[in-house]
């Protein structure tokens, strides 16, 4: 089974950028519609971008024209470029399949933006 470890978050001023990875253990990474998830505080867990294998993306309207989603098969990475974050960005990261069955959740990595 395909598990994920995601990396990158921290803390960064209204405005500012960060890059998440996410990197992928198992088999046919490549075959995989991916996704970012993001679980903000007292929130639901809620789609953020997905990938499919032919890489076509797909987006939350809320971050629409901030973050980029982009994988590397190569590397077994996904990744999450994020842009102007803003405080509502402020959430838990996961990444995972876009498709049942889903892998088991990682930890995730938290992005706190805040001045």
């Known amino acids: 089974q395909v598990q994920f470890v995601e990396s990158g978050g921290g803390l960064v001023q209204p405005g500012g950028s960060l890059g998440l990875s996410c990197v992928a253990s198992?088999?046919?990474?490549?075959?995989?519609?991916l996704a970012w998830y993001r679980q903000g505080p007292g929130k639901q867990r809620e789609l953020v971008a997905s990938?499919?294998?032919?890489?076509?993306?797909i987006y939350a309207d809320s971050v629409k024209g901030r973050f980029t989603i982009s994988r590397d098969n190569a590397k077994n990475t996904m990744y999450l470029q994020m842009n102007n974050l803003q405080a509502e960005d402020t959430a838990v990261y996961y990444c995972?399949?876009?498709?049942?069955?889903?892998?088991?959740w990682g930890q995730g990595t938290q992005v706190t933006v805040s001045s």
């Open positions: 995972n399949k876009a498709m049942s069955p889903q892998s088991r």
């Open positions: 198992g088999r046919f990474f490549s075959a995989y519609m």
């Open positions: 990938v499919d294998a032919g890489d076509n993306t």
